[in-house]
């Protein structure tokens, strides 16, 4: 089996086929093949996966995920306009959550972290030099079930 760039699904050069891995419980799909870069939490190769049709990188032990700015609003947009509705509260931004510094995965600079500006009360850790952003588990998830301040044109905050 054999990973293209810019695709969710493996080929196989024999038969041809198409190999789509199952989603996991994150709705990450894990296409397997090592990247280069290792997790800024574990310090483990992270490796290639998909989820909602975009191309990630996602480590195996702590599930975070490593993704590129312009794939992040992509993402988000495209799962939160297929999400029925918020179906969580949003829990309060943690303070600690702040506190923590990581090295980005490419070019081993501090990842600036911050508080995310959208919905889901979550900490972002940011390379603004390799435009990336890191994900850590769940909070891919908080973002796309939270409330926001309008959905299908009414106040889910009233």
């Known amino acids: 089996m054999r990973l293209e760039e810019d695709k969710d699904y493996l ?3 024999y038969c041809r086929s198409m190999y789509f891995p199952e989603a996991n419980d994150d709705g990450v799909r894990v296409l397997g093949e090592p990247a280069y870069e290792l997790c800024p939490v574990c310090e483990i190769p992270l490796v290639h996966a998909a989820v909602g049709g975009q191309r ?3 480590c195996g032990r702590c599930r ?3 993704l590129a700015v312009p794939v992040f609003v992509q993402l988000i947009d495209d799962l939160r306009a297929h999400h029925d509705h918020a ?3 949003a829990r309060p931004l943690n303070p600690k959550d702040l506190e923590r510094t990581i ?4 070019c081993h600079g501090p990842m600036d972290t911050h508080p995310y500006g959208g919905p889901g009360n979550i900490v972002l850790d940011t390379c603004e030099n390799c435009f990336l ?4 588990y769940g909070e891919l998830q908080r973002i796309v079930r939270a409330p926001d301040y309008c959905h299908g044109g009414e106040s889910l905050l009233a």
């Open 11 to 13: 080929n196989c050069d």
């Open 56 to 58: 990630i990188l996602h």
């Open 64 to 66: 975070g995920i490593l």
């Open 87 to 89: 179906s969580a509260i």
């Open 103 to 106: 090295r980005c995965p490419r």
């Open 133 to 136: 952003h890191w994900l850590d």
